[in-house]
């Protein structure tokens, strides 16, 4: 570990704001301890691809604003196979690079651990993923700034909502976790929360609805998770429709608007304290380990506990408060 001399950087899997002030933060920590840095383009494709770029401390300046990731993201089936894999490490011998950071989600985690197990190549990997649902860290990159676009977006669903007396469903990203839609609709004063982690049997939503309007709300919001159990924004609203007719119902999917975007002061701060202590890390002779916020407190996670260990769970209080407040 030692010898550590050229440490590369990418980003893959989908894309999540934070990514560029992480990669600023791994770039110009690893040349500030006299390390290189090289860039790959498109993450396990660029690698196979041979897309390496040398980066200096002037490469990552003006980005730590941005949204997306300037290394670029693709999914690369090649790199499931054992010689896709082999033919990425072989490329990362010739480039002369002897360690790797990778910044993404549990699909990038998976084949970090593969390529380390299979090759011995040092990897620290960072969690960049809107869902927050990776275990060892408390937030993930680029989890803040999409809950608060969501919240953006709920608040100016509710003005039109308020006005025509309506009933809005509005589906957010969250196939496997529902953190952004849980977080969200509390902050947004959502009605109801459709969780992929609690099913929700329309008759109590219809209930829960049937309630609010005779309390004299004039309108509602409802909050649904892509991956809730009921099948999605348009056939909840299908279905309610179906036996409740009291507002004007509409259905928003907010989709592909959650990910992008500038990332917000939290993220942007989560993604250099992680870039900064992977590259810490990766010098100190760690290895398979994925980087991590607990506590306020940045903590190493074995990569393999990361990937496989599924105890995350939702926060019991903001369950309960999340019914208790919207009344």
């Known amino acids: 570990m030692a010898s550590i001399k050229k440490i590369g950087v990418f980003t893959s899997g989908g894309d999540a704001p934070g990514m560029n002030a992480c990669v600023r933060a791994v770039v110009r920590t690893a040349i500030y301890l006299g390390k290189e840095v090289v860039g790959i383009h498109q993450g396990y494709q660029g690698m196979i691809d041979k897309k390496f770029i040398n980066m200096d401390a002037r490469s990552v300046r003006n980005i730590i604003q941005l949204g997306g990731t300037v290394l670029k993201t693709a999914r690369?089936?090649?790199?499931?196979?054992?010689?896709?894999?082999?033919?990425?490490?072989?490329?990362?011998?010739e480039e002369g690079i002897d360690a790797l950071v990778p910044i993404g989600g549990d699909g990038t985690f998976t084949g970090a651990e593969l390529l380390s197990g299979e090759f011995g190549i040092p990897v620290v990997c960072i969690p960049g993923t809107i869902d927050n649902d990776l275990y060892g860290s408390d937030f993930t990159l680029g989890y803040d700034t999409a809950t608060n676009t969501v919240i953006e977006a709920i608040d100016k669903i509710r003005d039109t909502a308020a006005s025509h007396d309506r009933?809005?469903?509005?589906?957010?990203?969250?196939?496997?976790?529902?953190c952004i839609a849980l977080h969200a609709g509390v902050?947004?004063?959502?009605?109801?929360i459709l969780l992929p982690e609690k099913e929700t049997a329309i008759d109590d939503l219809i209930h829960k609805l049937e309630e609010g309007a005779l309390s004299k709300k004039s309108s509602s919001i409802v909050i649904i998770a892509e991956g809730d159990k009921n099948g999605g924004a348009y056939n909840v609203a299908k279905r309610?429709?179906?036996?409740?007719?009291?507002?004007?119902i509409k259905v928003?999917?907010?989709?592909?608007?959650?990910?992008?975007?500038?990332?917000?002061?939290?993220?942007?701060?989560?993604?250099?304290?992680?870039?900064y202590a992977a590259v810490r890390a990766i010098i100190a002779?760690?290895?398979?380990?994925?980087?991590?916020?607990?506590?306020?407190?940045?903590q190493l996670t074995p990569l393999e506990d990361a990937i496989h260990n599924h105890s995350f769970k939702l926060e019991e209080d903001l369950l309960e408060m999340a019914t208790i407040l919207s009344i």
């Open 240 to 248: 309610v429709k179906e036996k409740f007719n009291f507002y004007d």
């Open 187 to 192: 902050a947004g004063g959502a009605e109801a």
């Open 167 to 178: 009933l809005f469903f509005v589906e957010v990203m969250g196939r496997d976790s529902g």
């Open 252 to 275: 928003t999917i907010l989709g592909h608007l959650q990910r992008g975007g500038t990332p917000s002061s939290f993220d942007r701060v989560l993604g250099s304290r992680m870039g």
């Open 76 to 93: 690369c089936a090649e790199f499931r196979t054992a010689e896709g894999r082999e033919k990425a490490y072989k490329n990362l011998v």
């Open 285 to 298: 002779g760690e290895t398979r380990k994925m980087v991590g916020l607990r506590g306020n407190m940045i």
